[in-house]
């Protein structure tokens, strides 16, 4: 029986500290961001009263929904009995972790007084799905340490399939949570809809397996101990699934919306005359977030390329992207609709598309999230054992021993 | 590898590290967990429904958009004035009420109307309000704890009558009454500390000092009230009624 031991990166070490300290300067320059929002108030972001939701919220809901996916690989290793991937869960957990605490510092940060932190932690109002999900997603971090605890420490393996399924189950709920911040809204016509918690739920799987896609392969050759093609077959072949998924639900999602006469205005916003809109739907999200991602998988030239799939992983992220502006800030665009059948107009912008134009803060501000994501899952790589010591077919295919933690 | 027999384990110190570390972050992330069951025990707080308000109450508004005139803006500018708000209209400024022009497309019909805070018996921003904030009070004002608000902002995007603003940047000069903010949301508070007195919102006296009689505010729950009279005379109806958030504020003639 093969042991596969799990060790930390080495070699190299000059590109990597570059790495990390671009990764440092991002984060830098996101908190310089913050410290001015913080201080001169929101007025500097592109954000209004009409779009309060900018693109902090889309990299913030992107990388909560990418954690919950991230965690994945640990859940069918773990959960559904599927051992080849149990050498892969703990960098699964890893990722998971890391995501989460990205997309929560942004949210956090981009809070109109991120000091009543506390406030927030304190007081619950639980018929609120954002009280859930502060107890949600702080959970999901206390159990995913404890999944990676009993997976990197022998002596508490035999508790892994508990706290695996404990995870698995978390995440589900935390990611309903997630989806049910939107669904929940009766007021807008982008988002009161029961389909938005199961849809974000396919939306884990997809953009969760990209990111893991995308760390593994990218960690493993950075450090020689490149994946196998069976493996990297497996793994792209759930991507595949994966994706299909997410489009079945865009497709049902808009199917449905069309079928309503009172979403027709929406619906022809965002699939027609929406501008920006328009364009990230059709080109962001459907080619790039979907159909070329599947082209590049499914394609006899392409799928068992190492480029194609790294490729696919990073078109899936930027449709991810895509799908989160349009969801989020597409459906602030378009106005609430208080008379329908009614033209309005008033000082505070009723009955009209609401412009909105991502600012320098904003930016930032997202891209630290990303980066704060990036430095865990680095500093963790270099200095603790989450990656296999071999990732080729023969090594993985061997029925492995409960994966062992060597310093 | 050294000769003794217990063999060193180098990874004690950073096992031990780990250990401790662990340990903090979890006291931490339960420490949400932990304060649930004092909150649940705890007595409620200042900003609970029964502060201020009288008991059976229900405060509402009736307005009659057959009298509002298409380019009047007394009541946004008394509210602007009793609140402390810039009167601004930029996409950021703040505007507790505004004037609705509203045209039926294919008669060309026109009408003009207030909307402010509905103030809804079942408000949607009461329900999404992550720390509680966002409140109603027993007698039906809905309000928002400036105390508590973290400006996340959930509730402009619950709101289905756009009524709530986010204070985007510093104030100063705010009035005494009425607390104000940046990093917080707002919303029409019904002049909630006029009413306290006995007093009348700005808006509705402004209309009425004007003139135009379009807005009677009074007591739902008191059938004597001349606001029950005409409730239970003339056909009222709820913008956005679909949604049965049995709102406070009811018009005439929509």
């Not at chain 1, 989460?100 to 406030?119: S, T």
């Amino acid at each position: 029986m093969m042991a596969i031991a799990l060790r930390p990166l080495e070699g190299r070490t000059g590109g990597y500290y570059l790495l990390l300290a671009a990764l440092a300067g991002v984060i830098l320059l996101g908190l310089g961001a913050v410290w001015r929002m913080e201080h001169y108030g929101h007025i500097v972001t592109g954000m209004t009263n009409q779009v309060v939701w900018g693109l902090p919220h889309v990299f913030a809901v992107f990388l909560v929904v990418a954690a919950s996916g991230a965690l994945n690989i640990a859940s069918i290793a773990s959960v559904f009995g599927q051992t080849a991937y149990k050498p892969l869960a703990p960098l699964s957990g890893l990722l998971a972790i890391a995501l989460l605490v990205g997309g929560l510092c942004v949210l956090m940060l981009d809070l109109g007084r991120p000091d009543r932190l506390i406030v927030a932690m304190t007081h619950y109002n639980f018929k609120s799905i954002f009280a859930w999900n502060v107890i949600l997603y702080t959970g999901f971090m206390g159990l995913v340490i404890a999944y990676l605890w009993t997976m990197l420490e022998r002596r508490m393996n035999r508790f892994t399939p508990m706290a695996g399924m404990a995870a698995f189950l978390w995440r589900v709920a935390l990611t309903t949570g997630t989806g049910s911040i939107f669904g929940f809204l009766v007021a807008r016509q982008a988002f009161d809809s029961a389909l938005l918690a199961p849809m974000f739920i396919v939306l884990s799987l997809a953009y969760g397996q990209a990111v893991f896609l995308l760390v593994l392969v990218g960690a493993a050759r950075w450090c020689g101990r490149p994946v196998g093609p069976g493996l990297l077959q497996r793994l792209a072949r759930l991507q595949v699934i994966f994706v299909a998924a997410t489009f079945y639900f865009a497709v049902v999602y808009h199917l449905t919306n069309l079928y309503f006469t009172k979403h027709h205005d929406f619906e022809r916003f965002i699939l027609l005359d929406g501008g920006i809109y328009t364009a990230l739907f059709w080109l962001g999200q459907v080619l790039v977030g979907m159909l070329l991602p599947l082209a590049l998988l499914l394609h006899p030239a392409t799928r068992h390329k190492v480029r194609s799939i790294m490729l696919s992983s990073a078109l899936v992220i930027l449709g991810a992207l895509a799908q989160m502006y349009v969801t989020i800030i597409g459906g602030q665009a378009f106005p609430l609709v208080l008379f329908p059948g009614r033209q309005v107009s008033s000082s505070f912008r009723d009955g009209m598309v609401n412009a909105y134009l991502p600012s320098i803060p904003e930016w930032l501000l997202g891209l630290c999230g990303v980066a704060i994501a990036g430095l865990i899952v680095l500093v963790a790589l270099r200095f603790l054992g989450f990656l296999p010591e071999r990732l080729d077919d023969a090594a993985m295919d061997a029925p492995p021993a409960a994966p062992a933690h060597r310093e | 590898m050294s000769g003794n027999n217990e063999p060193v384990d180098p990874a004690g110190g950073r096992r031990g590290f780990l250990g401790v570390a662990a340990a903090a972050l979890a006291g931490v992330l339960l420490a949400p967990g932990v304060r649930l069951i004092e909150i649940a025990q705890a007595a409620p707080g200042a900003a609970s429904a029964t502060a201020g308000a009288r008991r059976g109450v229900r405060w509402g508004m009736l307005i009659d958009s057959g009298k509002c005139a298409s380019g009047c803006t007394d009541c946004v500018t008394a509210c602007n004035t009793e609140n402390g708000l810039s009167g601004g209209t930029l996409p950021t400024d703040s505007q507790w009420i505004r004037k609705i022009e509203i045209k039926e497309v294919r008669t060309g019909k026109t009408q003009s109307l207030p909307m402010m805070c509905q103030h809804c018996a079942e408000p949607p921003c009461v329900d999404v309000c992550p720390t509680g904030a966002s409140f109603k009070r027993a007698d039906g004002i809905v309000l928002v704890d400036r105390h508590s608000c973290i400006g996340c902002r959930y509730c402009v995007m619950a709101c289905p009558y756009q009524a709530r603003s986010f204070v985007h940047e510093p104030l100063a000069g705010q009035k005494p009454d009425v607390p104000r903010g940046k990093g917080t949301v707002e919303g029409c508070t019904l002049c909630v500390h006029k009413v306290d007195r006995g007093e009348q919102p700005a808006c509705v006296t402004a209309c009425s000092d004007a003139g135009h009689g379009a807005i009677v505010f009074g007591d739902l729950n008191d059938p004597q009230s001349e606001i029950s009279r005409r409730v239970a005379q003339y056909p009222s109806r709820q913008v956005r009624e679909d949604l049965n958030l049995d709102t406070g504020v009811r018009y005439l003639g929509i």
